[in-house]
């Protein structure tokens, strides 16, 4: 369960901070 957050909250942070260097 706990590995499943921690690689949920990693895409989530990848998908972000991809966006923001498209944006940026």
Same mark, same amino acid.
């Given at each position: 369960?706990? $590995?499943?957050?921690?690689? #949920?909250?990693?895409?989530?942070?990848? #998908?972000? #901070? $991809?966006?923001?260097?498209?944006?940026?």
């Amino acid at each position: 369960m706990v $590995g499943g957050v921690k690689t #949920l909250y990693a895409v989530l942070l990848a #998908l972000v #901070l $991809g966006c923001g260097c498209e944006k940026g």
